[in-house]
């Protein structure tokens, strides 16, 4: 009776550990050829703004990772001082403003009434300027001492040159306003699109001169992978086309070709590229990424694939178990390349055509396990 317990008992261990055996033969399929390229993720547009005018910071709109609204306020640099000059400039354009009325009420009074016929104007007093206004100018306009034509065009002559006189002060004033109120412009930083800060400069209350770093500020929701390809690959890669890219928190994604920089690096013979992501993906600025890039030189690979639910991952390597030609399980090491879909993955390295794989190995299975027609069990 205990014999037969103990019989029993190791025919249900060993039953236990039987498992239905998914065998399956490699087979090789053929794709497109692809060449892995490792870059960075990078903001579409990003942009360091500089202080243009000096003085001490009164206002930082933020830290890193803030965003912010295109035309928001993001530095402002003290402008009492650019202030003060503008109220002096205004009172100064509000007297040229005023010298430019009264030259020209000069000159309309000159064209309607001339001062060269204005008894007022002539010399003498009472009977001596009626007596020079009756006698004296007309006996010297006879005798061609004076011409009252030339004498009216040149008083005339001189009231328009004091119009445009006054005229160019104001626009002198105008043009000088106009400058102070750039600078007062430039004095306050605004967000010239929609996005974040990602690095701040300087802090409140720093004294800052013309051209020093104030923030880093990107463009948010909008993300790149720049990446430096090789010129050999650069054979049919055009604007617009789409390729497989993988990032570490993301997975796998497309991305677009956005921009091809003309000119190639000339010491490491290579192309700055940008590849467009996803808007929304869950990707930020800095992180590594890959983007698998076609091989002009070579576009078709021939390659084993095997499904997904074949690689068992014990330790750090990837490995597969192989069915042998004595129907014995053998693990083996295998490198894989990349995902050709159908849950089903390129293997570089590690078997061949033919050889038989189990797709679906137990988690107990080891070297030295054997098959027996549907089932594997332990040696």
């Known amino acids: 009776m205990h014999l037969l317990t103990l ?33 960075t993720v990078v903001p579409y547009r990003e942009v360091v703004l500089t202080a243009q005018v000096p003085g001490r910071v009164n206002y930082l709109g933020g830290i890193e990772g803030d965003r912010f609204n295109a035309g928001e306020l993001l530095v402002a640099i003290e402008d009492g001082d650019l202030q003060a000059q ?24 000159e064209l ?29 306009r006879i005798m061609g001492y004076e011409d009252d034509r030339v004498t009216r065009q040149a008083d005339l002559y001189s009231r328009n040159s004091g119009v445009q006189q006054a005229n160019a002060d104001v626009m002198s004033a105008q043009a000088s306003l106009e400058a102070l109120d750039t600078k007062i412009r430039d004095a306050r930083s605004q967000a010239p699109f929609s996005g974040l800060i990602i690095k701040k400069m300087v802090e409140a209350g720093d004294t800052v ?38 990032l570490d928190q993301v997975g796998d994604t497309q991305a677009r070709v956005a921009q091809v920089y003309p000119v190639a690096d000339a010491q490491q013979h290579t192309v700055k590229v940008k590849f467009d992501l996803p808007v929304g993906v869950s990707a930020g600025p800095g992180m590594y990424a890959e983007v698998m890039v076609p091989n002009a ?64 190995p137990p988690k107990a299975a080891a070297s030295g396990w054997v098959v027996r027609g549907d089932d594997v069990i332990p040696h």
Not at 237 to 246: I, K, N, P, S, T
Not at 297 to 318: F, H, N, Q, T
């Open 7 to 39: 019989l029993v008992a190791a025919s249900l261990s060993l039953s236990a550990q039987m498992a239905t055996a998914a065998i399956e033969s490699v087979k090789i399929e053929s794709y497109d050829a692809y060449v892995v390229l490792g870059g």
């Open 86 to 109: 503008r109220r002096a400039l205004v009172a100064g354009i509000n007297k040229t403003q005023a010298g430019l009325a009264n030259a020209q009420t000069e000159y309309q009074r």
């Open 112 to 140: 309607w009434s001339p001062q060269s016929r204005s008894v007022s104007k002539a010399p003498g007093f009472a009977m001596p300027g009626m007596f020079d206004q009756t006698f004296s100018r007309p006996m010297g």
């Open 209 to 246: 001169s013309p051209g020093q770093p104030l923030v880093k500020y990107a463009q948010s929701g909008h993300l790149c992978i720049e990446v430096n390809v090789p010129v050999r690959l650069m054979g049919k890669m055009e604007r617009g086309d789409v390729v497989r890219a993988h």
């Open 297 to 360: 030189m070579d576009m078709r690979e021939v390659m084993p694939v095997l499904p997904k639910s074949a690689i068992v991952k014990r330790g750090s390597l990837p490995s597969v178990y192989v069915v042998n030609s004595q129907d014995t399980l053998e693990m083996r090491v295998v490198r894989l390349g990349r995902d050709v879909g159908n849950d089903r993955i390129m293997v570089l390295s590690g078997v061949k055509e033919g050889e038989r794989i189990l797709t679906q």
